[in-house]
């Protein structure tokens, strides 16, 4: 199950978050500084997947932006490292080439309904009832 998504730039500096589960406000941001943190500072060739705390993180790095989702041990790593490539394919083909601006200042991507739906089998990602305005 996903806990959380981030988009980060290099800086550190959080551009969207998403929580799919209850944190508290004041831990959000020291969640966020940690797991930051903890997928910058790796190099560019180590693994993707990181064990962290009482969860896994999968990161993707797109040109200045990270994108950092947070889930379960039980959630398989490579199916949720595809979902995070199919869902910056989607901004792409939305923005035509998307960058950090346009995640930082678009306000209809921070409205999830909007997006889309991603439904399938844990093995087969499919995006669906995509409704860009």
């Known amino acids: 199950m996903i806990k959380f998504i981030l988009m980060v730039n290099r800086q550190g500096q959080t551009r969207l978050s998403r929580y799919y589960t209850p944190v508290e406000l004041s831990r959000r941001a020291l969640l966020e500084a940690d797991v930051v943190r903890c997928c910058l500072?790796?190099?560019?060739?180590?693994?993707?997947?990181?064990?962290?705390?009482?969860?896994?993180?999968?990161?993707?790095?797109?040109?200045?932006?990270?994108?950092?989702?947070g889930v379960t041990d039980s959630e398989n790593e490579l199916s949720v490292y595809e979902l995070v490539h199919n869902f910056v394919e989607v901004l792409d083909k939305y923005f035509s080439r998307v960058s950090?601006?346009?995640?930082?200042?678009?306000?209809?991507?921070?409205?999830?309904?909007?997006?889309?739906?991603?439904?399938?089998?844990?093995?087969?990602?499919?995006?669906?009832?995509?409704?860009f305005s």
């Open 41 to 69: 500072s790796r190099k560019k060739d180590q693994c993707s997947f990181v064990e962290y705390k009482d969860f896994k993180l999968v990161y993707r790095q797109y040109a200045a932006l990270y994108i950092v989702v």
């Open 100 to 131: 950090e601006l346009d995640v930082s200042f678009k306000p209809n991507l921070h409205d999830h309904r909007r997006v889309g739906k991603i439904s399938g089998d844990p093995g087969t990602l499919e995006i669906k009832s995509l409704s």
